[in-house]
């Protein structure tokens, strides 16, 4: 289990003043905003991607970014992770790569991946990209009780520390079969706080995660499942819709894509007989 989980990191918040305005009182009042930061990924020098994205956890985000953008095929691929900062500042705003034994071809790769927080990243929206890569389907032999699945929101919230005093942060967890949280992270961006959970998974050498839950805070995207399917999930599930990519892209694969999992009600959009019997 991470030896993190229930502790905020560093400069994933910040404090500001604010005018507060409640009925009909007027007030001065200290109030946390969720940080965003852009992030500089370069491998042997050459920058690969920007993103904005809340600091924290930033090796596990550039590990799960390589892996879930099929830059690597095995964690050994990786021989060092190193955060940097950028014209003397004091802030790590760089993660660099040193990979052993992977191609990379820096000229290939000069469109330069950019992500947004509100979006995922640009270059891989399609079914055939997927496609492509020749991703194992999930295990189809792994089950999860609904009233364990109803349970995972609620143990997840209780993780979400810079949530809790921002309300503005999506996160991502995985759970193993038996409810237990394995894994938080926080960001700005959705596909963020997965690519996080996923490096975490990637550097401690868990992968696949044929035996696991990923469940996130906000909407089922295409990009999420993508990175799920990378992963070697079985089961993802939000709290809020899929979009109807997002839905092809499970069923083609044989992933199960659960949206409005709330107090005791979900939605199955693909692969029920993992959690529905």
């Given at each position: 289990m991470d030896t993190e989980l229930g502790r905020a990191p560093q400069r994933s918040f910040e404090l500001t003043q604010v005018t507060?305005?409640?009925?009909?009182?007027?007030?001065?009042?200290?109030?946390?905003?969720?940080?965003?930061?852009?992030?500089?990924?370069?491998?042997?020098?050459?920058?690969?991607?920007?993103?904005?994205?809340?600091?924290?956890?930033?090796?596990?985000?550039?590990?799960?970014?390589?892996?879930?953008?099929?830059?690597?095929?095995s964690p050994d691929e990786i021989g060092a992770l190193r955060e940097a900062a950028i014209d003397g500042s004091s802030k790590s705003n760089v993660v660099e790569v040193e990979l052993h034994g992977a191609e990379f071809d820096p000229e290939g790769l000069k469109r330069n991946f950019y992500a947004a927080s509100s979006c995922g990243i640009c270059g891989k929206a399609s079914i055939e990209a997927i496609r492509v890569r020749g991703l194992t389907r999930p295990n189809a032999d792994f089950k999860i009780s609904p009233d364990l699945l109803?349970?995972?929101?609620?143990?997840?919230?209780?993780?979400?520390?810079?949530?809790?005093?921002?309300?503005?942060?999506?996160?991502?967890?995985?759970?193993?079969?038996?409810g237990e949280l394995l894994i938080a992270r926080e960001d700005i961006g959705r596909h963020n706080a997965v690519d996080k959970t996923i490096g975490w998974a990637l550097l401690e050498k868990r992968l696949p995660l044929s035996n696991h839950v990923l469940v996130v805070s906000g909407r089922g995207g295409f990009e999420i499942v993508q990175k799920a399917l990378t992963a070697g999930l079985p089961v993802v599930a939000s709290v809020s819709a899929p979009s109807s990519l997002a839905v092809k892209l499970a069923r083609e694969f044989g992933l199960t894509l659960v949206g409005f999992l709330r107090e005791r009600r979900f939605v199955v959009y693909s692969g029920e007989r993992r959690c529905v019997s």
């Open positions: 507060e305005w409640e009925d009909g009182r007027v007030r001065s009042v200290q109030d946390s905003l969720a940080a965003e930061e852009p992030l500089e990924i370069r491998i042997g020098g050459v920058p690969l991607t920007v993103t904005m994205r809340t600091p924290g956890h930033d090796r596990e985000l550039a590990a799960g970014f390589l892996w879930s953008e099929g830059l690597i095929e109803c349970q995972l929101p609620d143990r997840l919230r209780e993780r979400q520390q810079v949530f809790g005093r921002t309300g503005g942060l999506h996160a991502a967890a995985l759970f193993d079969a038996a």
